[in-house]
Nanobody
Framework: VQLVESGGGLVQAGGSLRLSCAASGISSSMNAMGWYRQAPGKQRELVAGIASGTTTTTYADSVKGRFTVSRDNAKNTMYLQMNDLSPEDTGVYSC??????????????WGPGTQVTVSS
């Protein structure tokens, strides 16, 4: 199983980035994917999650209305469109793959992460 993130970089406040997470070798039973963020000095948090086969998406309050998670099952790739970025969005973004139980996510695999830096 391999998860590889891409699309990170340096952007000015108010700008946009699109992250991608390409998955390979994952069982079809892994019906959920998600993005986590590790900001300096803060706990890792779930930024967005998505369950395939359902309309279930989850967003952290801090990104609602600005970030959009999507998934292309044919390409085994998940995306995170990030708009109106602020310096508080700076961190390492990593993707997860697992299962949606109907009430919560269970993560089994994760990628190394990609750095997002937002300058003021």
């Amino acid at each position: 199983v391999q998860l590889v993130e891409s699309g990170g970089g340096l952007v000015q406040a108010g700008g946009s980035l699109r992250l991608s997470c390409a998955a390979s070798g994952i069982s079809s039973s892994m019906n959920a994917m998600g993005w986590y963020r590790q900001a300096p000095g803060k706990q890792r948090e779930l930024v967005a999650g998505i369950a395939s086969g359902t309309t279930t998406t989850t967003y952290a309050d801090s990104v609602k209305g600005r970030f959009t998670v999507s998934r292309d099952n044919a390409k085994n790739t998940m995306y995170l469109q990030m708009n109106d970025l602020s310096p508080e969005d700076t961190g390492v973004y990593s993707c997860r793959a697992g299962r949606w139980t109907g009430a919560s996510y269970q993560w089994f695999y994760w990628g190394p992460g990609t750095q997002v830096t937002v300058s003021s």
